[in-house]
């Protein structure tokens, strides 16, 4: 299992080297926070955990959503948020919280998932893959697998898809 996530960790990170847009090009990115699996959390508590979602749109704003609270190792949020894009758009991150932790506001976060935005996500239908939870700073303190849906569509000036 583990060596399957890697695999497609890397195949969505390493395989399409090309950004998703061009310069100039407008793009409208998907993001639909599925759920989490195989969660293992530190410490003895009742976690409510939501995702805050961060990229940079077309007017090179950062934008960042968030999930709502579910009360569960194993949460299923079913939350699509919708993006304007641009060229400026190359990552995306998706950081899981804990809302019911009463520790300072840097310690509720459990860990974080980083995507590149490639052509990948421009397959019809888009992608639908779990990607590996990492431990990014010390106070991160979940592992296991996030699953995201994440789709692209390339348009015009008019709004039309290209």
Known sequence: LLRRMAAANSMMT???????????EIGHLTIK???ARLLHIAGKFNPCLYCIIKLVDASGK?????TK???ALEPKWQE???????SKATNIEVVIRNSNLSI???RKRMGV???QLTKNFERPGGVDTWYSVDKERETDTASGELRLQISLKTVN??????
Not at 15 to 24: D, E, N, P, Q
């Open 69 to 71: 609270a579910k009360k």
């Open 62 to 66: 950062k934008i960042t959503e968030k």
């Open 104 to 106: 300072k506001q840097e």
């Open 33 to 35: 926070v599925v759920e």
């Open 14 to 24: 390493s395989s399409s080297t090309s950004l998703a847009l061009k310069v100039g």
């Open 80 to 86: 699509a948020f919708d993006f304007e894009v641009d």
């Open 113 to 115: 998932v980083r995507i």
């Open 157 to 162: 000036d008019r709004n039309e898809p290209i």
